[in-house]
């Protein structure tokens, strides 16, 4: 069964700071590994999908890796800003048979202070 | 147009009331996903539609019904609901189907039984 762990659970920056949060999942026989941010009450963003035979992946000032190898994947925000507050999910895509399950980590709240 | 519509946005019901949630994408997707969160937890799979086919139930009660009319639309019907079921349920859906594709989330609709 896969497990998705995120670290930290909670984080608080000052603004303009560069800053990394991690995944790492259990099994690394995965599809495909996305990045989401949540707002509060608010539905799901996404932010990056990395396919399982890709290294990396860039929007803006977001990159995110995967090394599956290892089962880990980080999402890099550089110039942090206010409006980056959010929680941050990772999910990773496995196969199981002939259905397809997306598992979540349990998110990082991400505080940028002004 | 990257947009997943849900409606209601918010909905309160009574245990005895029947109430239904719904899901509309026009980006010609062809998977369609049902998940519900409670608060401060990841979101949690209830159900996939594949080419408008019920591809996956996670083993929810039979309470929640759901639909898929048309490659367009997901519906969620809701009959006896306890106070235990009340969460934010979202809707997503993705392009190929379901192991390479990018997931796209509603707002959520936040459900409240009483």
């Known amino acids: 069964k896969q497990e998705v762990t995120q670290i930290p659970a909670a984080l608080s920056v000052p603004e303009g700071e560069n800053l990394v949060l991690n995944c790492s999942f259990t099994d690394s026989a995965i599809y495909n590994l996305q990045w989401f941010r949540q707002d509060p009450g608010k539905g799901l963003t996404s932010l990056l999908l990395?396919?399982?035979?890709?290294r990396e992946q860039t929007s803006g000032r977001l990159n995110a890796s995967l090394d599956k190898s290892s089962g880990r994947s980080t999402l890099y925000i550089a110039a942090s800003q206010p409006g980056d507050s959010a929680t941050y999910l990772c999910?990773?895509?496995?196969?199981?048979?002939?259905?397809?399950?997306?598992?979540f980590g349990k998110g990082t709240l991400l505080t940028v202070n002004p | 147009d990257t947009e997943v519509t849900q409606t209601p946005k918010h909905l309160v019901m009574g245990m005895t009331n029947k109430k239904s949630l719904k899901c509309e994408q026009h980006m010609g997707h062809r998977a369609m996903y049902w998940y519900k969160q409670k608060a401060k937890k990841p979101p949690e799979l209830m159900f996939v539609?594949?080419?408008?086919?019920?591809?996956i139930n996670e083993s929810v009660p039979s309470r929640f019904s759901p639909e898929c009319p048309n490659s367009s639309l997901l519906n969620l019907h809701l009959h006896a609901l306890q106070p235990e079921d009340s969460a934010l349920y979202l809707c997503a859906s993705s392009r190929t189907g379901l192991a390479t594709g990018e997931l796209f989330f509603g707002e959520g609709s936040r459900l409240t039984v009483l």
């Open positions: 990395i396919q399982s035979s890709q």
């Open positions: 539609y594949s080419y408008e086919k019920l591809s």
């Open positions: 999910a990773v895509m496995n196969s199981g048979g002939s259905n397809y399950k997306l598992t």
